[in-house]
């Protein structure tokens, strides 16, 4: 256990702790997240908390870096105490790291440290004050989050009769999951969420632990305004820089992520101004192949497994 999980044991409980979840390939977006949060975030009463796992002292230095004067209240958790629970979920080509689980257990990792936790993926940026959701109360909801698009029939079907949601379109995206740490740790949320993979029969998971938080909340969760978890939808238009300027979130959770050097996504240019508020200013983007590459590394079974799928058509 390092020096920075010690004083999140030690210190005071912090009204709200804004935390995500990487590991090694995402250093950079999470870096600029936290520069987002830095410049935006309107929050300096409150931590910033990094789950990591196989972060090495270059990488934390380098996100601590970017947090601007918030650099005091970073802190890191270290995954690897909880990496033998986390090697034994299933994760797809399309998520290959247990590393998205961890927002299921956070609340339990930071059990009695704050009031209540933010958890952003790390492909966000933050562009207006997160003070409102500080603020809000959960009318003794367990969590808050952005509604997800309904989905076509085949979608409606497998979260009824898969995930056991009893209304298919009262489905959240969990990139941005609010959390009242207290409710959730004292309703066994975690192990209810552990105990539902365990338990799965409904073949394999779509969204993964985004599947399992809606299972496990149904009707626990309050829903949000979509400026607080922005992204384009599937079946939707594209929208303009302007309308995602406006959002107090941006998620890149559709089309080539930003990072990427021939991305085209219409938000790229906020990723890239706040990319020049880290050390990754200086630094030449990904390219699409090494982003190919990397996602194989980090999990070549699910790959190999993807590949096979695709060659049969499934």
């Known amino acids: 256990m390092n020096s920075d999980t010690q004083s999140i ?3 005071n409980k912090d009204r709200m702790i804004v935390a995500a979840a990487i590991d090694r390939s995402f250093v950079e977006p999470a870096s600029v997240l936290l520069a987002s949060i830095a410049k935006n975030g309107d929050i300096p009463d409150c ?9 090495n002292d270059a990488d934390r230095k380098m996100l601590k870096q970017s947090c601007g004067a918030m650099g005091a209240k970073c802190l890191f958790v270290d995954l690897k105490q909880v990496e033998g629970r986390l090697k034994k979920l299933p994760v797809t080509l399309a998520v ?6 961890a927002r299921l257990l956070g609340p339990d990792l930071l059990k009695g440290r704050c009031e209540r936790i933010l958890y952003l993926d790390s492909d966000i940026v933050v562009q207006h ?7 809000m109360p959960f009318d003794d909801y367990v969590a808050a989050a952005v509604p997800d698009q309904p ?27 609010l959390i009242n740490a207290d409710a959730w740790n004292k309703g066994g949320y975690t192990e209810k969420a552990f105990e539902f993979i365990a338990d799965f029969k409904g073949g394999s998971f779509r969204y993964l632990d985004q599947d399992v938080a809606n299972s496990i909340l149904q009707n626990d969760w309050k829903p949000l305004p979509r400026a607080w978890n ?7 238009p594209e929208f303009s820089l302007d309308q995602y300027s406006d959002a107090s979130i941006v998620h890149f ?4 992520k930003p990072w990427v050097r ?6 790229r240019e906020l990723y890239l101004s706040y990319r020049k508020l880290t050390p990754f200013a200086d630094k030449p983007l990904m390219t699409e192949k090494g982003r190919r590459i990397g996602q194989a590394l980090r999990s070549p079974i699910s790959t190999l497994k993807g590949i096979i799928q695709r060659l049969r058509g499934d």
């Open 230 to 236: 922005f992204f384009r939808h599937g079946d939707e």
């Open 47 to 55: 931590s910033l908390a990094i789950l990591g796992l196989g972060l």
């Open 262 to 267: 021939n991305s085209r996504h219409p938000a």
């Open 253 to 256: 959770a559709s089309g080539m």
């Open 9 to 11: 044991q030690a210190g």
């Open 151 to 177: 989905g076509n029939e085949s979608m409606r079907t497998y979260r009824v009769e898969a995930l056991k949601i009893r209304d298919p379109d009262h489905y959240m995206n969990a990139g941005v999951l």
């Open 96 to 101: 290959p790291s247990v590393v998205s689980y």
């Open 129 to 135: 004050s997160l003070r409102p959701l500080l603020e």
